[in-house]
């Protein structure tokens, strides 16, 4: 794929995140008036957030190139029963660039000390590719912090992706700039970002970081706390990765049992007709999650689902 066919996916995604969110955004109520925004500096970092809704706390992470408004109707349906935290990551959204380097464990460090900031002691965190990347990464090096972890649409190596994926990710640079300053995706930063004029260094962070290579499969044996793996069924990941990254933290080894003796805390779920540019905002996406990230374990029984149907 050449550079302009990439930017050409890149702008169908921008405008998946602006139709999408816009075509279901009447299917649940919250206003800014109910959202507490603001700005937190954490490791020298000025982070912008959002917190929405009442219950327990819920850090929820966007995707790269993108911001907290792409969660869209996702995010109203979360903030529900549970009380979230969005936050516009490093260099994206309202959140400027600095001369640092974009870098996920950086990242994970700068989301624990954002909670802590913010005066939570442990929250349950949710992130969708890049954002599911600095949530990993969270729980990795500060495991203290996380109550259960939902990953969505993520990997734990490189290698994860789809080989023709990977040339694409490196092509990511300014050199793309112009082009892309006439797609939504532009456009969504412009209107929100601290200086616009940072996007072309922020192509640049993002390409760097891209084309780095990682193998995190050691780290991921390190988890504790329940774990949910969220795919689409068309995803940018291999099959075969995701199964792996299931079994490494324990899931799919082996027969449930009878009684569930066997079960593994953890979750896999693959959503239908989904892919890696629509999964986050698909309205299946809180209900697979929500269940999950509340501790809700109890399955019903047949007869209270033939009850459910009758």
């Not at 850090?59 to 936050?87: C, E, T, W, Y």
């Not at 929250?123 to 990993?136: K, P, R």
């Not at 990464?137 to 993520?154: E, F, G, N």
């Amino acid at each position: 794929m050449n550079k302009r066919s990439f930017i050409t996916m890149l702008a169908a995604v921008a405008f998946a995140v602006v139709t999408g969110g816009t075509a279901m955004a009447d299917t649940t109520k919250t206003t800014k008036t109910d959202v507490k925004a603001g700005y937190a500096e954490v490791n020298g970092v000025n982070y912008y957030y959002e917190i929405s809704g009442t219950g327990e706390p819920l850090l929820l992470l966007h995707g790269g190139l993108g911001a907290i408004d792409m969660f869209g109707p996702v995010l109203r349906a979360l903030s529900k029963n549970r009380q979230v935290i969005a936050v516009d990551l490093y260099g994206h959204g309202r959140t400027a660039l600095t001369d640092r380097k974009m870098s996920l464990i950086d990242m994970g460090d700068d989301m624990a000390g954002l909670v802590k900031q913010l005066g939570y002691g442990k929250v349950d965190a949710m992130g969708y590719s890049m954002g599911a990347g600095v949530a990993f990464r969270l729980a990795v090096q500060h495991p203290d912090v996380v109550r259960r972890l939902a990953l969505v649409s993520a990997g734990y190596a490189q290698d994860g992706f789809y080989p023709e994926m990977l040339p694409m990710q490196a092509q990511v640079g300014a050199g793309m700039a112009d082009v892309m300053k006439q797609t939504p995706m532009y456009q969504a930063y412009a209107a929100v970002a601290p200086k616009v004029e940072d996007f072309p260094e922020l192509l640049d962070k993002m390409g760097e970081w891209m084309r780095k290579p990682y193998d995190w499969a050691d780290d991921v044996k390190t988890l504790k706390m329940p774990v949910m793996l969220v795919y689409g069924d068309a995803d940018m990941y291999r099959p075969e990765h995701i199964v792996k990254f299931y079994q490494l933290l324990g899931g799919g080894l082996k027969d449930a049992g009878w009684m569930r003796e066997n079960m593994s805390q953890n979750r896999l779920a693959i959503i239908p007709n989904r892919t890696h540019y629509d999964v986050f905002f698909a309205p299946e996406l809180a209900q697979t999650t929500l269940p999950f990230l509340n501790g809700e374990t109890k399955v019903k029984t047949w007869d209270e689902q033939v009850r459910a149907v009758d």
